[in-house]
């Protein structure tokens, strides 16, 4: 039986600290217009903390190779995006790549030295991976929810997703995730292949549907006994 499930996220909360009367009397009189400009000033001054120089990487193939520095090694080590080489570069797959393009933080040219633009790098992905853009979608919206998203083509799944917090090598993936358009027609017998696939591996089976706003909704499958 299927069940619709959408991931709950953490909402945080913040205490104001309490302010004596003596402190606000000693604050200098603020207009509307000096209070705009220093919270602009402010937003200024977090971009410019956040905001980094993006990461170069060639196209090859059927991956995106990052050049050796040490914000390409920080696409792995905090977010594990990709696989790191030998001489200090990370191999992306087309899916993270794209994402790290959309996100501005990463630059992909062509082996040629010619800058990619997103338009053109997914049309590419798209002659390589017919349901590229549907993949991607799910790709984006879990790496937006805060999970850890992999290719799980060894299970025969599409993906496997970990829980918030966890990294690969630290535990098992959590699910296993098959991405359909909401066009998609599916046969009993493959269904319960999707489901024998999740039940072998000992993992949970989530159907990703995706539909024409590029919404995507979750439903949880699992074997039940009469």
């Not at 909402?11 to 705009?36: C, F, N, Q, W, Y």
């Amino acid at each position: 039986m299927a069940r619709k499930t959408k991931p709950v996220e953490a909402v945080s909360s913040e205490t104001l600290g309490d302010e004596t009367s003596g402190v606000l009397e000693a604050l200098p009189v603020r207009t509307s217009a000096d209070k705009k400009k220093a919270k602009k000033s402010a937003e200024l001054q977090d971009e410019s903390k956040l905001k980094k120089k993006p990461v170069l990487g060639i196209l090859a193939g059927e991956r995106v190779i990052t050049e050796s520095s040490d914000d390409a090694r920080e696409f792995y080590n905090q977010s594990r995006f990709g696989t790191l080489t030998d001489n200090g570069k990370v191999e992306l797959s087309l899916l993270e790549a794209l994402y790290l393009i959309e996100k501005g933080r990463l630059i992909v040219k062509s082996e040629q030295g010619r800058v990619i633009s997103f338009e053109s790098y997914v049309k590419k992905s798209r002659s390589v991976e017919p349901n590229f853009w549907i993949r991607y979608i799910v790709f984006k919206d879990m790496r937006n929810r805060g999970y850890i998203i992999k290719t799980a083509l060894k299970f025969g799944a599409d993906f496997r997703v970990y829980d918030r917090g966890v990294k690969p090598g630290e535990d098992h993936a959590k699910w296993i995730v098959f991405p359909v358009h909401e066009t998609s027609v599916y046969t009993w017998h493959e269904f319960s292949a999707k489901n024998r696939v999740a039940h072998s591996t000992k993992k949970r089976l989530l159907l990703a549907i995706v539909d024409d706003e590029n919404d995507v909704t979750y439903y949880t499958v699992a074997w039940t006994r009469p």
